[in-house]
């Protein structure tokens, strides 16, 4: 059975990226801090190399996709993986490229329907602070990873915006420390 995981990294101070992403720096000026980790030591690389993996299908926003397709062309973010990418978009963009991965679709947990049967028994990984909140307020998340980068960016894109008006618990299942990051993985308490 898949487990539907919000997996994002983040800064100290609870940012997906700084302020300001344009297509030029998708992760706003100085964001890209934020994925340095991934390539900066083995143990991050050995993460995201296990993560990529157990993943079936990915979810992410339109403002993802718009910001990142000049490098995911179209094996998407799975990279030679090719991994199933679902959009939340209410349109599709005229860029898409020919034979990529990509299906866009109207809400998140339309989109997270679709992932779920294209995943078989993989993961859905949902990278998208706006997708990952919806989805959390819909409660359809099982897991949360946070990959916590020891920066302070002040401003940027909120981790998770807004739940609805109530909490969600967690619990934590792992916590693994590399040079640049502390990987965070907690399991979503259903009430």
Known sequence: MSTVRFEISASLDGYTTASDPTLVEPMGPGGQILHHHWSADTVSKRLLAESQAGVGASLAGRRTYDRSIEWWQADGPGDELRTPTFIVSHSVPDDVPEGGVYTFVGSAEEALDQALDVAGDKDVDVFSSSVGAQLLRA????EVHVHLVPVLLGAG??????????????????????PNATHLRYGVIRD
Do not use: A, M, Y
């Not at 409660?139 to 099982?142: A, E, N, Q, T």
């Open 157 to 178: 894109t909120r981790l998770v915006d807004d739940l609805g008006g109530r909490p969600v618990r967690l619990e934590q299942l792992d916590s693994v420390q590399s």
């Open 139 to 142: 409660g359809r998340v099982d």
